[in-house]
Protein backbone atom coordinates (compact mmCIF):
# COMPACT_ATOMS: atom_id res chain seq x y z
CA UNK A 1 0.00 0.00 0.00
CA UNK A 2 1.63 3.55 -0.81
CA UNK A 3 1.80 5.88 1.76
CA UNK A 4 2.17 9.53 2.29
CA UNK A 5 5.20 8.86 3.75
CA UNK A 6 6.18 6.87 0.57
CA UNK A 7 6.06 9.17 -2.19
CA UNK A 8 5.65 12.37 -3.27
CA UNK A 9 4.37 13.86 -6.20
CA UNK A 10 4.81 16.44 -8.24
CA UNK A 11 3.00 18.32 -11.19
CA UNK A 12 4.40 19.44 -14.69
CA UNK A 13 3.28 22.77 -14.84
CA UNK A 14 5.12 23.31 -18.27
CA UNK A 15 7.16 26.43 -19.64
CA UNK A 16 4.48 26.87 -22.62
CA UNK A 17 2.43 30.13 -22.90
CA UNK A 18 0.11 31.65 -21.81
CA UNK A 19 2.04 32.41 -18.38
CA UNK A 20 -1.63 32.55 -16.68
CA UNK A 21 -2.24 28.97 -17.28
CA UNK A 22 1.01 27.79 -15.41
CA UNK A 23 0.04 30.63 -12.80
CA UNK A 24 -3.12 28.83 -12.29
CA UNK A 25 -1.35 25.42 -12.35
CA UNK A 26 0.73 26.31 -9.88
CA UNK A 27 -1.88 27.69 -7.58
CA UNK A 28 -3.95 24.35 -7.86
CA UNK A 29 -1.05 22.07 -7.30
CA UNK A 30 0.05 24.40 -3.80
CA UNK A 31 -3.93 24.31 -2.65
CA UNK A 32 -4.12 20.80 -3.51
CA UNK A 33 -1.23 19.70 -1.63
CA UNK A 34 0.76 18.61 -4.59
CA UNK A 35 5.12 18.53 -3.35
CA UNK A 36 6.25 20.28 -6.84
CA UNK A 37 5.76 21.94 -9.57
CA UNK A 38 8.12 20.85 -12.20
CA UNK A 39 9.28 23.03 -16.15
CA UNK A 40 11.56 22.25 -18.80
CA UNK A 41 14.27 23.84 -20.41
CA UNK A 42 13.26 23.70 -24.18
CA UNK A 43 13.09 25.52 -27.29
CA UNK A 44 11.16 23.28 -29.08
CA UNK A 45 8.77 20.79 -28.55
CA UNK A 46 8.43 17.00 -29.50
CA UNK A 47 5.26 17.45 -31.43
CA UNK A 48 6.18 18.10 -35.15
CA UNK A 49 4.59 21.60 -36.96
CA UNK A 50 3.56 19.35 -39.39
CA UNK A 51 0.93 17.07 -37.23
CA UNK A 52 0.07 20.17 -35.19
CA UNK A 53 -3.29 19.41 -35.82
CA UNK A 54 -7.42 18.94 -34.39
CA UNK A 55 -6.82 15.26 -36.00
CA UNK A 56 -3.71 15.26 -33.88
CA UNK A 57 -5.14 17.00 -31.09
CA UNK A 58 -7.80 19.16 -29.52
CA UNK A 59 -5.42 21.16 -27.93
CA UNK A 60 -3.80 21.88 -30.95
CA UNK A 61 -3.77 25.21 -32.62
CA UNK A 62 -2.94 25.26 -36.14
CA UNK A 63 -2.59 28.72 -36.59
CA UNK A 64 -0.01 28.50 -33.00
CA UNK A 65 3.31 26.74 -32.59
CA UNK A 66 3.99 23.62 -30.66
CA UNK A 67 7.69 25.05 -30.10
CA UNK A 68 6.75 28.15 -27.60
CA UNK A 69 8.48 28.10 -24.20
CA UNK A 70 9.45 30.55 -21.60
CA UNK A 71 12.88 30.51 -20.42
CA UNK A 72 12.53 28.32 -17.56
CA UNK A 73 15.11 30.06 -15.02
CA UNK A 74 13.26 33.62 -15.37
CA UNK A 75 9.82 31.46 -15.16
CA UNK A 76 11.12 29.53 -11.77
CA UNK A 77 11.65 33.21 -10.24
CA UNK A 78 8.79 34.36 -11.14
CA UNK A 79 6.36 31.48 -9.81
CA UNK A 80 8.76 31.81 -6.56
CA UNK A 81 6.42 34.16 -4.88
CA UNK A 82 3.32 31.80 -5.67
CA UNK A 83 4.43 28.64 -4.41
CA UNK A 84 4.31 28.78 -1.19
CA UNK A 85 6.12 25.66 0.00
CA UNK A 86 6.19 23.34 -3.23
CA UNK A 87 9.32 22.46 -4.22
CA UNK A 88 10.35 24.48 -7.84
CA UNK A 89 11.66 22.08 -10.37
CA UNK A 90 13.38 21.98 -13.76
CA UNK A 91 13.31 18.60 -15.67
CA UNK A 92 15.54 19.00 -17.22
CA UNK A 93 18.22 21.14 -18.47
CA UNK A 94 21.71 20.54 -20.19
CA UNK A 95 25.78 22.15 -19.80
CA UNK A 96 25.40 22.58 -23.50
CA UNK A 97 23.02 25.86 -23.73
CA UNK A 98 23.70 26.53 -20.57
CA UNK A 99 27.39 26.54 -18.79
CA UNK A 100 28.12 24.94 -15.26
CA UNK A 101 28.79 27.94 -13.23
CA UNK A 102 25.42 29.58 -14.40
CA UNK A 103 23.54 26.73 -13.53
CA UNK A 104 25.14 26.67 -10.24
CA UNK A 105 24.50 30.09 -9.83
CA UNK A 106 20.71 29.64 -10.44
CA UNK A 107 20.34 26.73 -8.29
CA UNK A 108 21.72 28.68 -5.46
CA UNK A 109 19.78 31.81 -6.38
CA UNK A 110 16.68 29.93 -6.19
CA UNK A 111 17.64 28.55 -2.61
CA UNK A 112 17.43 32.55 -1.22
CA UNK A 113 14.09 33.34 -3.79
CA UNK A 114 11.93 29.74 -2.89
CA UNK A 115 10.74 28.55 0.28
CA UNK A 116 11.82 24.97 -0.36
CA UNK A 117 15.15 23.40 -1.66
CA UNK A 118 14.62 23.99 -5.74
CA UNK A 119 15.40 20.77 -7.89
CA UNK A 120 17.81 21.54 -10.98
CA UNK A 121 17.18 18.11 -12.99
CA UNK A 122 19.89 18.24 -15.30
CA UNK A 123 20.66 15.09 -18.64
CA UNK A 124 22.99 15.08 -21.15
CA UNK A 125 20.75 16.77 -23.59
CA UNK A 126 18.79 16.48 -26.34
CA UNK A 127 19.17 17.19 -30.09
CA UNK A 128 16.59 19.51 -30.95
CA UNK A 129 17.17 21.97 -28.84
CA UNK A 130 21.37 22.10 -29.62
CA UNK A 131 22.10 21.17 -33.35
CA UNK A 132 19.44 23.56 -34.94
CA UNK A 133 21.77 25.93 -33.39
CA UNK A 134 24.80 25.31 -34.03
CA UNK A 135 25.99 23.78 -30.65
CA UNK A 136 28.30 20.90 -30.18
CA UNK A 137 26.52 17.59 -29.02
CA UNK A 138 29.60 15.56 -29.49
CA UNK A 139 30.05 13.14 -26.23
CA UNK A 140 27.39 14.55 -24.09
CA UNK A 141 27.75 12.29 -21.28
CA UNK A 142 31.56 13.16 -21.14
CA UNK A 143 30.75 16.91 -21.09
CA UNK A 144 27.72 16.36 -18.53
CA UNK A 145 30.27 14.35 -16.19
CA UNK A 146 32.90 17.51 -15.99
CA UNK A 147 29.33 19.88 -15.74
CA UNK A 148 28.79 18.13 -12.78
CA UNK A 149 32.10 18.22 -10.89
CA UNK A 150 31.88 21.99 -11.91
CA UNK A 151 28.66 22.44 -10.33
CA UNK A 152 29.77 20.48 -7.15
CA UNK A 153 33.02 23.07 -6.43
CA UNK A 154 30.60 25.82 -7.11
CA UNK A 155 28.55 24.20 -4.51
CA UNK A 156 31.36 23.41 -1.91
CA UNK A 157 33.89 25.40 -2.42
CA UNK A 158 34.87 29.19 -1.85
CA UNK A 159 37.07 31.42 -3.32
CA UNK A 160 38.99 30.74 -6.59
CA UNK A 161 38.27 27.23 -8.47
CA UNK A 162 40.39 25.83 -10.78
CA UNK A 163 39.14 23.09 -13.02
CA UNK A 164 40.74 21.32 -16.17
CA UNK A 165 38.98 19.63 -18.51
CA UNK A 166 38.19 18.49 -21.75
CA UNK A 167 35.32 21.14 -22.08
CA UNK A 168 35.42 23.33 -19.44
CA UNK A 169 38.83 25.30 -18.05
CA UNK A 170 38.56 27.59 -14.95
CA UNK A 171 40.96 29.29 -13.47
CA UNK A 172 40.88 31.34 -10.70
CA UNK A 173 37.27 31.79 -11.35
CA UNK A 174 35.17 32.64 -8.47
CA UNK A 175 31.42 31.79 -7.58
CA UNK A 176 31.29 32.65 -3.77
CA UNK A 177 27.41 32.68 -3.48
CA UNK A 178 25.96 30.57 -0.69
CA UNK A 179 22.46 29.09 -0.83
CA UNK A 180 20.20 29.70 2.23
CA UNK A 181 20.92 28.31 4.94
CA UNK A 182 18.94 24.78 5.49
CA UNK A 183 17.43 25.20 1.66
CA UNK A 184 20.32 23.73 -0.35
CA UNK A 185 19.52 23.30 -4.06
CA UNK A 186 18.81 19.19 -5.23
CA UNK A 187 20.60 18.24 -7.93
CA UNK A 188 18.66 15.43 -10.10
CA UNK A 189 20.07 13.32 -12.65
CA UNK A 190 17.91 12.42 -15.74
CA UNK A 191 20.06 8.86 -16.64
CA UNK A 192 18.73 5.84 -18.02
CA UNK A 193 22.02 3.94 -19.50
CA UNK A 194 24.62 2.47 -17.08
CA UNK A 195 27.46 5.43 -17.08
CA UNK A 196 24.25 8.10 -16.96
CA UNK A 197 23.29 5.99 -13.62
CA UNK A 198 26.69 5.95 -12.36
CA UNK A 199 27.08 9.49 -12.67
CA UNK A 200 23.63 9.83 -10.78
CA UNK A 201 25.51 7.58 -7.89
CA UNK A 202 28.07 9.60 -7.80
CA UNK A 203 27.06 13.15 -8.15
CA UNK A 204 22.95 13.45 -7.61
CA UNK A 205 20.96 13.90 -5.28
CA UNK A 206 17.91 12.55 -7.23
CA UNK A 207 17.19 10.15 -9.87
CA UNK A 208 14.83 11.49 -12.86
CA UNK A 209 14.69 9.51 -15.45
CA UNK A 210 11.45 9.65 -17.84
CA UNK A 211 11.92 6.18 -20.12
CA UNK A 212 9.22 3.11 -19.44
CA UNK A 213 10.11 0.87 -16.92
CA UNK A 214 8.74 -2.17 -15.23
CA UNK A 215 9.01 -2.48 -11.18
CA UNK A 216 11.68 -5.01 -11.59
CA UNK A 217 13.79 -2.75 -14.24
CA UNK A 218 13.18 -0.14 -12.17
CA UNK A 219 14.79 -1.56 -8.83
CA UNK A 220 17.73 -2.77 -11.15
CA UNK A 221 18.98 0.57 -12.29
CA UNK A 222 18.18 2.14 -8.90
CA UNK A 223 20.83 -0.46 -7.65
CA UNK A 224 23.48 0.43 -10.40
CA UNK A 225 23.00 4.27 -8.68
CA UNK A 226 23.22 3.07 -5.51
CA UNK A 227 26.09 0.47 -6.19
CA UNK A 228 28.10 4.00 -7.60
CA UNK A 229 26.56 6.07 -4.53
CA UNK A 230 28.42 3.30 -2.17
CA UNK A 231 31.94 3.47 -4.07
CA UNK A 232 32.18 7.20 -3.89
CA UNK A 233 31.82 7.23 -0.62
CA UNK A 234 27.99 8.68 -0.38
CA UNK A 235 25.25 7.32 1.32
CA UNK A 236 23.11 5.89 -1.08
CA UNK A 237 19.50 6.68 0.61
CA UNK A 238 20.17 10.35 0.61
CA UNK A 239 19.48 9.93 -3.55
CA UNK A 240 15.64 10.26 -3.94
CA UNK A 241 14.47 7.82 -6.64
CA UNK A 242 12.09 9.66 -9.06
CA UNK A 243 9.93 8.81 -12.41
CA UNK A 244 8.17 11.40 -14.69
CA UNK A 245 6.20 8.40 -16.49
CA UNK A 246 3.52 8.79 -19.29
CA UNK A 247 0.41 7.25 -18.37
CA UNK A 248 -2.96 6.73 -20.65
CA UNK A 249 -5.99 7.05 -17.85
CA UNK A 250 -9.86 5.87 -18.78
CA UNK A 251 -12.86 5.34 -16.85
CA UNK A 252 -12.85 1.82 -17.71
CA UNK A 253 -10.26 -0.50 -18.43
CA UNK A 254 -12.18 -0.69 -22.23
CA UNK A 255 -11.78 2.89 -22.59
CA UNK A 256 -7.96 3.59 -21.62
CA UNK A 257 -6.94 0.69 -23.89
CA UNK A 258 -9.29 2.19 -26.51
CA UNK A 259 -6.90 5.10 -25.99
CA UNK A 260 -3.77 3.32 -26.64
CA UNK A 261 -4.59 3.10 -30.52
CA UNK A 262 -5.13 7.09 -30.70
CA UNK A 263 -2.86 9.58 -32.56
CA UNK A 264 -1.02 11.24 -29.22
CA UNK A 265 -0.19 8.17 -27.49
CA UNK A 266 1.30 6.58 -30.96
CA UNK A 267 3.46 9.32 -31.19
CA UNK A 268 4.74 8.98 -27.59
CA UNK A 269 5.76 5.57 -27.97
CA UNK A 270 8.05 6.93 -31.06
CA UNK A 271 9.82 9.03 -28.56
CA UNK A 272 11.25 5.52 -26.99
CA UNK A 273 14.27 4.80 -28.33
CA UNK A 274 14.86 1.75 -30.42
CA UNK A 275 16.34 -0.20 -27.30
CA UNK A 276 12.94 0.01 -25.68
CA UNK A 277 11.24 -1.08 -28.71
CA UNK A 278 13.85 -4.08 -29.22
CA UNK A 279 12.86 -5.16 -25.70
CA UNK A 280 9.43 -5.70 -26.72
CA UNK A 281 10.47 -7.43 -30.16
CA UNK A 282 9.66 -4.68 -32.40
CA UNK A 283 12.22 -2.70 -34.16
CA UNK A 284 11.78 1.20 -34.02
CA UNK A 285 9.54 2.92 -37.69
CA UNK A 286 12.31 5.52 -37.70
CA UNK A 287 15.26 3.05 -38.18
CA UNK A 288 17.08 0.46 -36.01
CA UNK A 289 19.23 2.19 -33.52
CA UNK A 290 16.61 5.75 -33.17
CA UNK A 291 17.91 7.17 -29.79
CA UNK A 292 13.93 8.61 -29.41
CA UNK A 293 13.66 11.76 -27.11
CA UNK A 294 17.38 12.32 -27.38
CA UNK A 295 17.66 11.85 -31.63
CA UNK A 296 14.69 13.43 -32.72
CA UNK A 297 14.67 16.48 -34.05
CA UNK A 298 10.56 17.55 -34.86
CA UNK A 299 11.08 19.91 -37.68
CA UNK A 300 12.84 17.36 -40.05
CA UNK A 301 10.16 15.24 -40.39
CA UNK A 302 7.72 15.86 -42.55
CA UNK A 303 4.00 15.25 -41.97
CA UNK A 304 3.98 11.95 -44.52
CA UNK A 305 7.02 10.31 -42.30
CA UNK A 306 5.45 11.01 -38.91
CA UNK A 307 1.82 9.29 -40.00
CA UNK A 308 3.88 6.38 -41.44
CA UNK A 309 5.53 5.93 -38.56
CA UNK A 310 2.77 6.51 -36.06
CA UNK A 311 0.52 3.90 -38.03
CA UNK A 312 3.20 1.44 -37.49
CA UNK A 313 3.14 1.48 -33.92
CA UNK A 314 1.61 -1.83 -32.76
CA UNK A 315 -1.00 -1.75 -29.42
CA UNK A 316 0.76 -4.11 -27.88
CA UNK A 317 3.79 -2.69 -27.65
CA UNK A 318 1.78 0.20 -25.84
CA UNK A 319 0.09 -1.91 -23.69
CA UNK A 320 3.20 -3.21 -22.65
CA UNK A 321 5.58 -0.27 -22.30
CA UNK A 322 3.36 2.46 -20.78
CA UNK A 323 1.02 2.62 -17.99
CA UNK A 324 -2.29 2.26 -19.02
CA UNK A 325 -5.58 1.79 -17.24
CA UNK A 326 -8.40 3.25 -14.45
CA UNK A 327 -7.70 5.56 -11.43
CA UNK A 328 -7.67 1.66 -9.62
CA UNK A 329 -5.45 -0.16 -11.67
CA UNK A 330 -2.51 2.67 -11.77
CA UNK A 331 -2.80 2.79 -8.07
CA UNK A 332 -2.01 -0.48 -7.88
CA UNK A 333 0.70 -0.30 -10.30
CA UNK A 334 2.17 2.76 -8.77
CA UNK A 335 2.17 0.84 -5.43
CA UNK A 336 4.63 -1.81 -7.35
CA UNK A 337 7.11 0.61 -8.14
CA UNK A 338 7.20 2.30 -4.60
CA UNK A 339 8.06 -1.21 -3.92
CA UNK A 340 10.83 -0.63 -5.94
CA UNK A 341 11.91 2.09 -4.40
CA UNK A 342 10.22 4.63 -6.30
CA UNK A 343 10.22 8.14 -3.88
CA UNK A 344 8.66 10.93 -6.46
CA UNK A 345 6.37 10.57 -9.03
CA UNK A 346 5.09 13.08 -11.51
CA UNK A 347 2.53 11.85 -14.33
CA UNK A 348 2.56 13.02 -17.81
CA UNK A 349 -0.79 11.83 -18.76
CA UNK A 350 -0.96 11.61 -22.56
CA UNK A 351 -4.30 10.81 -22.85
CA UNK A 352 -5.60 14.65 -22.07
CA UNK A 353 -4.50 15.37 -25.55
CA UNK A 354 -7.13 12.92 -26.91
CA UNK A 355 -9.64 15.53 -26.01
CA UNK A 356 -10.94 18.10 -23.43
CA UNK A 357 -12.74 15.43 -21.74
CA UNK A 358 -9.95 12.99 -21.21
CA UNK A 359 -7.70 15.82 -20.10
CA UNK A 360 -9.95 16.71 -17.35
CA UNK A 361 -10.89 13.40 -16.20
CA UNK A 362 -6.87 12.85 -16.19
CA UNK A 363 -6.17 15.67 -13.77
CA UNK A 364 -9.24 14.54 -11.62
CA UNK A 365 -7.20 11.16 -11.56
CA UNK A 366 -4.01 13.09 -10.12
CA UNK A 367 -6.04 15.06 -7.57
CA UNK A 368 -7.65 11.51 -6.75
CA UNK A 369 -4.21 10.08 -6.41
CA UNK A 370 -2.72 13.09 -4.29
CA UNK A 371 -5.94 12.53 -2.04
CA UNK A 372 -5.32 8.66 -1.68
CA UNK A 373 -1.97 9.47 -0.37
CA UNK A 374 -2.84 12.31 1.93
CA UNK A 375 -5.65 10.09 3.36
Known amino acids: MITADDVTIGLHC ?24 WTVDHFLGFFPQSIWDKDFSWFANPEGSPHSFFDYQVLLGHLAGKAGKLQLAVGVTEPVRRHPVLLAQLAMTLSHVA ?10 GEAENIVPYGLDFARPVSRLEEALQVMRLCFDSKG ?25 PRLWLAAHGPRMLELCG ?16 YSEALGTIRNAAFKAGRDPNVIVPGWTTVVVIGKTEKDARALLETPPVRFMTLLAPDD ?13 GFGGM ?23 LVA ?56
Open 14 to 37: GTQPPLRRIERLTRAARWLGFDAV
Open 115 to 124: KSPPIIGIGS
Open 160 to 184: PIDFSGEFYQLQDAVMDLRPKTDNE
Open 202 to 217: RFGDGWWPALPYTPES
Open 276 to 288: VWQRYGHEHPLGK
Open 294 to 316: IDFTPQRYDRATVLEAMSRVPVD
Open 320 to 375: EAMLWGTSSSLYAKFGDFVDAGLRHLALNPVSALVSRRDALYALRTMVSLLRKLRD
